[in-house]
């Protein structure tokens, strides 16, 4: 589907991750792999370090270090947020909902409306989305919280995904704004891939047993469980490649954009292997593709916030950019939107310590 969102301004993006660093070297000894064969993984994917959350900290906590970083500007009083998403596939409970934790946690207004979204690498594309609506359609300000913990969903042993994964959380600020230029949104959904990437015994359709909680060597090699993420890498790529190239022509066609005139494109972080294809395919040009897999890995809906505050920060912070994101992934799901914004509040990267257990609800 199409949509096209007015009166509208991106006023401030935060992103928070992980203090603890693991680079591909430290990864490869608990995966059982040599150092030659991990230099070669992160050579491959472009990931040579990741965020890594410790136990006691949940995806919420870096959430709420985003948020609580954006609210700091002075314009941004708790009080005049009306409406918060929380987009993440890594919650704190089943229920309730994190973004109600969340707004507790922020001192939100008790006016304040909080929802979930379940969404992974396209989950910030749908989140802008859909909270831009919300601004469209008479609220005066809206937080966009996006992260995940998805490190931890990964089996150490499991070479396809734990050098892959890393964690973060962001925030997003969203206001009315009658000169703001419009933002234009192409999403897509293709359900039928859902057994590619996948934690299988996660919800309740599969409930857990005392056997979801067993590893076992695989015909791949890895060593992984039931209640461990699995992805099909080439199911990935074909996808990737099958249905991300259509998405990218008819969001251009549908905002009368090109290539040439856009100043960034910022897509999921996947991994390197893919975004190379896919920017070879799509013809970005050169020193226009955004990438931050380097320091961060795949953070999954965080990953194009993140992206923007790592690469982009300084230019955003002092001028005005066209800039088209591009999530695809787990669902299948995708999406695409060209926004023009800055200068914004761009704080830079704020690195969470290990957090005090937050106090489980009673």
């Not at 708790?78 to 918060?84: G, T």
């Not at 099958?242 to 954009?257: D, F, K, N, Q, Y």
């Not at 002092?318 to 669902?331: C, D, H, N, P």
Request: with cysteine; hydrophobic share 40%.
């Amino acid at each position: 589907m199409q949509s096209k969102i007015r009166g509208v301004r991106i006023a401030g993006i935060a992103s928070a991750v992980p203090a603890q660093v693991m680079s591909s070297l430290e990864t490869a000894g608990p995966a059982g792999i040599s150092p030659e064969e991990a230099q070669k993984i992160a050579n491959m994917t472009g990931v040579h370090n990741r965020h890594v959350a410790p136990s006691s900290c949940c995806t919420s906590d870096l959430a709420c270090a985003a948020a609580r970083r954006l609210l700091e500007d002075p314009k941004w009083e708790p009080e005049s947020i009306d409406a918060l998403a929380m987009v993440s596939q890594n919650h704190d409970y089943d229920l309730p909902a994190t973004a109600c934790i969340l707004q507790d946690r922020l001192g939100l207004s008790h006016a304040c409306s909080a929802f979930d979204m379940s969404l992974g690498c396209s989950g910030y594309v749908y989140g802008l989305w859909v909270c831009s609506g919300i601004v469209s359609g008479g609220a005066r300000r809206v937080l966009l919280l996006a992260g995940d913990t998805i490190s931890r969903t990964s089996a150490p042993q499991d070479r396809s995904t734990v050098f892959l994964f890393g964690d973060a959380g962001t925030a997003t600020a969203l206001e009315q704004d009658a000169n703001a230029p419009d933002m234009t949104f192409v999403l897509g959904t293709d359900g039928s891939g859902k057994e590619f990437l996948i934690i299988p015994d996660s919800g309740f359709r599969n409930r857990s047993t005392p056997g979801s909680f067993v590893r076992r060597r695989n015909a791949d090699g890895s060593v992984r469980g039931p209640l461990d993420l699995y992805m099909d890498g080439a199911e990935v790529f074909a996808f990737t490649l099958r249905e991300v190239p259509p998405m990218m022509a008819e969001v251009l066609s549908a905002s009368g954009w090109t290539l040439e005139e856009m100043d960034a494109f910022v897509p999921h972080q996947a991994n390197q292997f893919i975004l190379q294809h896919l920017g070879k395919r799509l013809k970005i040009p050169a020193g226009k593709m955004v990438l931050s897999l380097d320091e961060f890995g795949n953070t999954s809906s965080a990953s194009i916030p993140l992206s923007l505050s790592y690469r982009l920060g300084g230019r955003l912070r002092q001028e005005r950019m066209k800039l088209i994101l591009a999530g695809f992934g787990v669902g299948w799901s995708w999406g695409a939107a060209t926004v023009t914004c800055g200068p914004m509040v761009m704080p830079e990267i704020i690195y969470v310590p290990e957090p005090a257990v937050q106090p489980a609800a009673s």
